[in-house]
């Protein structure tokens, strides 16, 4: 039988998840966010429930601290930001730590992830699978070459035929091994499943949309990408930006580009489809478009052009299409609705998302990556 | 259900090695029992504050959460456990290696004298095993009976108000009880009008002061209808309650399952209060002891390096907070070292020399004598107020921080002996927590509850008051008012239907 605890704990995951108890949804902390810090390290989520009592705000109260330092100095964080790694063996006395810093490889993070957001694996499409064998030094041979000598494995024989003829002698323990003691590494042919995927994101650059947008679709791709590496081994990234035409560039100008003038959203729906046709052979390719807008387009003429391509071009060929509508104080977000009256959740293939602001992104993700297509 | 095992031969063979060290060193410690576990018990058992069988909370689970995250991404690693109880139960974590069981042994036999022996412990119930578990097996009858939502929000608005206690209860037994309501049957009677002094002269008085109070009377004559309108509507509660929760067992509305929560979720604070308000000195003292044992007797030569890692790794500073194992273990060891060389005391105090009295030295030697008579009478607060020193303070790298409201961030404040020692009083005032006062269960004759908050300087949380306030109206049904400080103003929050409002 299962801890007692356990069934506190799926509760307590439902609660965080807003499934139970809405009213203690308002005190779940915000540590939820997985944030990229520098490299290699990332602040992971500790979702945590406050029990609301009457306590001091935090602000005026200040504390004691220990260390060198002069007067005016800061004092790095906010009280009761960390958990010493004592021994807290009264545990619940203090109120606990919210978020933590924690270096964590990008594997782990996706674990991590899949499990914060409960994604499903990918299944790779069925077709698209190679099968291309590898070489991997797995196994112990009696032939090779001399670099490939494992000693430990040479001597350990050499060692086990002087105590069996008898010739080894502790007090003066020398092992000499001939030839027929030698050991190689020596290699395995595997087999293995090659996959590939390519991601193509498709980004409005016109005025409307502003830095706030920009660092939104910034982040939201950082873990879409993150996601689907740790699903496919190997993995293209293409980037389009568009206002009224459409071009492809790398990755850094993606980011930074902000032009203005009007939106043609088909523009960048073309360039996405010509580079699918020209690259990525759909038997063989697992393919991601994402779009992120702001959700305004020049006339329900281009619109209909969109959904056009989208239908005959983009769709069939793509494992999943992503729309992303970010808000902002300019864009009319009739995008998002134009998409939604043509798919109205029908299709498996299209997924529809807006993110209202950061706080949104966790969610989007979700409903991006949520499907396992 | 309960996944810890009995120690093994090598184990026990230890623990017999360490408690003969305790011995030695006088410390006087209840039966111990250790445990083996691996880390998901552990983790349950820290989740559950100690004991292997609680109550349903999702607040266990959450606990639970954070321990095996913190324990999966290698954030943090619990040692041990021990729990306040009689026999002494303590916990030991199967990957720790041979010394570090016996650092934790050390540890725990320091903990254990501690429990035995401080007196703000002394009322604690060492059987709170059992009652935990019958706690546990109370609430899910409960749940069975009305469903989970229910007493799960019923536990949630208890555990809200579960900082509104009085610590003074932790001498409250039945007996001391009975002889103060003794007492207050005698002073009323006293003063009651039958009563006849012995004393002649005690007599002249007292008809002194009856015509006094006689003329104050008929002086008052036009008040009286109002004031005794007054009396009567105030009875309730006679004197300010701190301890609000076995204030509303009796008053409030309540279910009787309900009430038996409120009674639970109460005993329970109480018995974890005393380890709250003597973090400092509990640690500390476990601290010298694992550190003393170890260094002079446990120890082997290969294990130092390891030791001292380790040593450290429980000492660091921070500075965000004071670490209680640091200053704790620190302060013990100053005043061993002040009692034993006599550097205390008016000669001492009034020396201007400071040479002389950097030097100064009376070889006297009372030091342990005196650590084991603090570690019998002294809780965190008066042990901060009595033994910190300025000297203390210093090396310690003590320092305040506060708020700059121009930065956005906490930053270093004084280095001054004063206003570090007001600080951490501060902090340790109430255990932490803002003293509130139930004052009047009938405020302005509608059933309404007045709290009042002593207020010391720190506003409250105002979002966590105003919740805070709704739970206690859910509790008493009717509308609940909080009297504080906020902003510089004197304001009432009113919490009624119509939610919160703010009376100036």
Known sequence: MDHPIKSDHSRFRKIIKGKLRKNLKSFVSKGQQIVPKGKDKFTIP??????????????????????????GEPVQGKKGDEKGQGKPEKAGQDEGSKELEVDVSLEELASILSEELELPNIEPKGSAQIDASKNRYTSIGTSGPDSLKHHKRTFKQSLKRQISIGAYDPSNPSIIPTRKDYRFRSSKAKIEKQNNAVVIYMMDVSGSMGDEQKEIVRTESFWINLWLKHQYEDIDFRYIIHDATAREVDEEVFFKTRESGGTLISSAYKLCQQIITEDYPVSDWNIYPFHFSDGDNWSSDDTKLCLDILNTEILPA???????????????????????????????????????????????????????? | MLRSKPINKELRELQKEIQGYADEFGLDYFPQIFEMCDYDTINILAAQEGFPSRYPHWRFGMQYDQMSKGYRF??????????????????????????????????????????????????????????????GAKVRRYIEKYGVEKVENFIDSVLSLENLIN??????????????????????????????????????????????????????????????????????????????????MEFAPLE??????????????????????TKIMNEGWASYWHSKIMTSRALEASEIIDFADKHAGVMV????????????????????HRWDTGKFGKDYLECNDMVEK??????????????????????????????LTPEFCERAQLFTYKYNAKTHRFEIDKRDFQAIKQKILSGLTNFGSPVIKLVDANFENRAEILLEHQHNGVDLDAQYAAETLRNLFQIWKRPVNLATTY??????????????????
């Open chain 1, 46 to 71: 500790m979702p945590s429930i406050e029990i609301p009592k009457f306590k001091f705000g935090s602000k005026s109260e200040g504390g004691v601290g220990q260390g060198d330092g002069a007067e």
């Open chain 2, 74 to 135: 290698g954030l943090q690693k619990i040692y041990e456990m021990v729990i306040n109880t009689n026999p002494c139960y303590a916990y030991l974590l199967e990957v720790n290696n041979w010394m570090d069981q016996k650092l934790v042994m050390a540890h725990v036999y320091g903990h254990n004298d501690f429990f035995k022996n401080n007196a703000w412990f002394s009322n604690t119930d060492r059987k709170m095993m059992d009652t935990m578990a019958n706690h």
């Open chain 2, 167 to 248: 610590i003074d209860h932790l001498f409250e037994t039945d007996e001391v009880i009975r002889a103060r309501e003794e007492k207050e049957k005698q002073f009323a009677y006293e003063n009651s009008i039958e009563y006849q002094p012995v004393d002649k002269n005690s007599e002249a008085l007292k008809t002194y002061l009856r015509s006094k109070n006689r003329l104050e009377k008929k002086n008052a004559a036009t008040q009286e209808v109002e004031q005794d309108q007054f009396l009567l509507a105030s009875k309730i509660p006679e004197k300010p309650v701190k301890d609000v929760l076995s204030f509303l």
């Open chain 1, 318 to 373: 793509s494992n999943m299409f992503g729309y992303g509508q970010v808000e902002s104080r300019y864009g009319s977000g009739q995008f998002y609705k134009d998409l939604h009256a043509a798919y109205n959740e029908k299709s498996e293939k299209i997924v529809l998302s807006k993110i209202k602001d950061r706080e949104a992104i966790l969610g989007s993700i979700k409903e991006f990556l949520g499907k396992g297509n």
């Open chain 2, 256 to 277: 009787d399952w309900q009430s038996d929560v409120i009674g639970i979720l109460r005993e329970e604070a109480y018995y974890f209060l005393p380890q709250r308000i």
């Open chain 2, 487 to 504: 902003d510089d103003k004197e304001v009432v929050f009113k919490y009624s239907m119509n939610g919160l409002e703010t009376i100036d």
């Open chain 2, 358 to 387: 950097h030097n100064w030295n009376k070889n006297i030697m009372q030091g342990r004598d005196k650590i084991f008579q603090i570690r019998k009478t002294h809780n965190d607060i008066s042990f901060i107020d009595e033994f």
């Open chain 2, 317 to 336: 500073m921070s500075k965000q907070n004071i670490n209680p194992y640091k200053v704790g273990i620190e302060l013990f060891r100053d005043i061993e």
